[in-house]
Structures are given as C-alpha cells and as structure tokens.
C-alpha cells in the first residue's frame, strides 16, 4: 500500500485519531481515484471535504462558466472568476488548499459519448450533477463497469442521499424510474443546504473508500431543513430495472468488478 509522507502524517493526524481509522484508511484515501461531476455548490464543496480529507486525486467534471447567481453557494469560486469556467477555479482551489492532492479538471458535462472513460479511470463517483439526464448517464455507466456511486441531490429545501453499489444495492433507476424536470437555473437553493448535503455526501464517499464506518446501503436519507426533519428509508433493487435488473446489458459484458474493496 502507498506510504504517507511526514506531512501527511501531520496534516490527518486529528482523522486518524478516530476509532477504526487510522493510517490504514489514510493510505485508502490516498491511493483512492473520485469523479465528481456537477462541482457546484453541491460536487463542489463535497470535493472540498474529499480533498482536505486526503483523497489522492479529483476528476472533476463540469461545462459551463461562473455565473454570479452561483456565489450564494459555490465556496470554491471567487467574484473575479465569474464567466470563466468553474472547473478550473474548482482545481487551482483544491490545490491551494492541499497540494498532495491530484485534480484534474474537465470542462465538460457529462454524455453518453465521454462517461465510460471517465468511470472507468475512477474508484468511485459522486453523482452531483444539476439535471436528470446526466444522473441518469452517470448512473448506468457505473453500473455497467461496477463503480459505486454516491447519490445526492437537492430542491429548496429538501434534499436526499444514498449510496449505491451495483449489483448490491438499488441503482438509481430503481429509486426513481420517473424523473422529474429540472430547470437547471430556476431552482431555488441556499448556500448551507448545499452544503450541508455536500458534507454528508463527502462522509459517505469516505466511509465507503476507507471501511472505517457503514455507508448508506439499500437506505435513502431524506431530509427537509425547514423543519430539521431526517428520515431513513429502506430501498429495494427493482429486479426488472432495465439499467441493473436481471435481464439488464451490464450482465452480458465481460469486464472485471472494481467495486472498492477492503
């Protein structure tokens, strides 16, 4: 397993304090490869908590460029950046901020013609986009090539969070085989409720790489900030689910599990 540099010992050392941890799971989190797409208020800020974390390398993916209606939640940005791409003020931050961490950033969104290379040069994904469709893209590669996946997403004030492995748990289809629609800049969000699922959906990526705590599997976290109302919900693999049921493509291909494991 990859070593850890003096500084690096420095840097973890309150993480490592915790039960079950260690420099075991430090040495996960630093030979673990994550794809973030969306890297907005809410990809964004959870990469922020992968990178301070000690994930070894980022993918980040996102198109588009800084908006001013982003800043109410994008910690990564600055007021001097916006109509440049955010990916790339996305990098130069994480960097800053953790130098031993590897980020490579990708202005793009996410298609069917780009997402087998991009999940297939990664340990896991964080499904952060902004829309259905590229959840939904997002959703079946992984199940395709057996990444795991965590899924978050917000409205207002209500969001929900889960952790998929494919074959294991529900894909996303399961849990949501109609999809509504998204109006990528009219919906309403405040900053720390992004931030607050962005928070909970880095912790599951990291009990998921390190094995150090149970994530979130065949369970949906719902939560309504309004009221501070959390609720866990049991979920269950849809076996006619055409992305990872029992007749689905996935079955036929002939490429070896990199499920993360320990």
Not at 53 to 78: E, H, K
Not at 137 to 142: D, E, S
Request: proline share 5%; glycine share 6%.
């Amino acid at each position: 397993m990859i070593d850890l540099a003096p500084t690096e010992l420095e840097r973890y050392r309150r993480q490592m304090m915790l039960p079950n941890f260690g420099e075991t799971a430090q040495k996960r989190l630093k030979s673990a490869t994550v794809l973030v797409t969306g890297v907005g208020g809410l990809g964004g800020t959870a990469a922020l908590y992968l990178a301070v974390a000690g994930v070894g390398r980022l993918i980040l993916v996102r198109g588009g460029d800084l908006r001013l209606d982003d800043m109410n939640r994008q910690i990564l940005m600055t007021h001097d950046w916006i109509g440049q791409p955010r990916v790339f003020k996305a990098k130069k931050t994480l960097e800053a901020i953790n130098p031993d961490v590897k980020v490579e950033a990708i202005h793009e969104y996410i298609t069917p013609e780009n997402v087998d290379s991009l999940v297939k040069s990664a340990d896991m994904a964080l499904d952060c986009a902004h829309n259905f469709t590229e959840r939904d893209v997002l959703n079946a590669a992984c199940v395709r090539w057996r990444k795991p996946m965590v899924e978050a997403a917000m409205d207002g004030m209500e969001a929900y969070l889960t952790t998929i492995i494919p074959g294991v748990t529900p894909c996303l289809s399961c849990l949501f085989p109609e999809k509504p629609d998204w109006d990528r800049h009219g919906f309403a969000v405040l900053g720390a409720v992004s931030g607050t699922l962005a928070c909970l959906t880095a912790l599951e990526a990291i009990k998921l790489i390190t094995g150090f705590s149970q994530p979130l599997l065949s369970q949906l976290l719902t939560m309504d900030l309004t009221r501070m109302e959390f609720a866990k919900r049991r979920s269950y693999r849809d076996r006619c689910c055409p992305v990872c049921g029992n007749n689905a493509p996935w079955r036929y291909l002939q490429s070896k599990s990199t499920v993360i494991s320990h």
